[in-house]
């Protein structure tokens, strides 16, 4: 049996509703479980920056989430496709009508993501505060707690709500099939099988 962990809410149905175009057959949580049992597979509904944890200690072999979640946890793990689902981006949000000035002494940003963010204006050779917050990124510039934000953005519109707009973009992100590399080795069948069919499935909707 193949477990597999999904992050709650749309990646995890459309994932599901890709498993239910492979195997002809219904792929559905019932009201409030966690555990889903079908066939040779178990699938375990958990929080998005969870899912590569459960992986990551062999709780589940396989799993689906963002590129972005995958780049920030920074976590030994195999990363087998891009399922191209979930697409969106990390970006950079400013004051609208004002200009990211990368030569300024210091930047304070404010931001979920850390990891992704450090990197980023480490690279760029650019002084920056980064200041972690779990949630209203967007309130940060207004209220003077930092310069600009490092954000997941789909359209744009809740920045553009907040008085906020796209500067830089600095990567872009979709849900990826990740495995555990013990699992891999392990049930390297199950795995190249599914990981197969996932592909051929893709690659028809490119």
């Given at each position: 049996?193949?477990?597999?962990?999904?992050?709650?809410?749309?990646?995890?149905?459309?994932?599901?509703?890709?498993?239910?175009?492979?195997?002809?057959?219904?792929?559905?949580?019932?009201?409030?479980?966690?555990?889903?049992?079908?066939?040779?597979?178990?699938?375990?509904?958990?929080?998005?920056?969870?899912?590569?944890?459960?992986?990551?200690?062999?709780?589940?072999?396989?799993?689906?989430?963002?590129?972005?979640?995958?780049?920030?946890?920074?976590?030994?793990?195999?990363?087998?496709?891009?399922?191209?689902?979930?697409?969106?981006?990390?970006?950079?949000?400013?004051?609208?009508?004002?200009?990211?000035?990368?030569?300024?002494?210091?930047?304070?940003v404010a931001t979920k993501m850390l990891n992704?963010?450090?990197?980023?204006?480490?690279?760029?050779?650019?002084?920056?505060?980064?200041?972690?917050?779990?949630?209203?990124?967007?309130?940060?510039?207004?209220?003077?707690?930092?310069?600009?934000?490092?954000d997941i953005v789909e359209t744009g519109a809740?920045?553009?709500?907040?008085?906020?707009?796209?500067?830089?973009?600095?990567?872009?992100?979709?849900?990826?099939?990740?495995?555990?590399?013990?699992?891999?080795?392990?049930?390297?069948?199950?795995?190249?099988?599914?990981?197969?069919?996932?592909?051929?499935?893709?690659?028809?909707?490119?």
């Amino acid at each position: 049996m193949l477990t597999i962990a999904l992050p709650k809410g749309r990646i995890a149905k459309e994932t599901l509703e890709m498993f239910e175009k492979i195997f002809n057959k219904k792929f559905i949580f019932d009201d409030r479980k966690l555990v889903l049992e079908i066939d040779n597979f178990k699938f375990l509904l958990v929080r998005n920056q969870d899912v590569p944890t459960y992986v990551e200690h062999q709780a589940a072999d396989l799993g689906v989430v963002g590129l972005d979640v995958i780049e920030e946890k920074e976590l030994d793990l195999m990363k087998l496709l891009n399922l191209n689902i979930g697409k969106c981006k990390i970006a950079i949000g400013i004051k609208a009508g004002e200009t990211l000035d990368y030569n300024h002494a210091s930047i304070k940003v404010a931001t979920k993501m850390l990891n992704i963010t450090k990197k980023y204006f480490a690279k760029k050779a650019v002084g920056a505060e980064v200041i972690k917050l779990h949630g209203s990124i967007e309130l940060a510039p207004i209220v003077g707690l930092s310069d600009i934000i490092v954000d997941i953005v789909e359209t744009g519109a809740t920045m553009k709500q907040n008085g906020l707009e796209v500067s830089d973009t600095i990567m872009e992100s979709s849900a990826y099939l990740i495995a555990n590399k013990q699992s891999f080795y392990s049930k390297k069948s199950e795995i190249l099988t599914l990981y197969k069919q996932l592909k051929d499935l893709v690659d028809s909707k490119a």
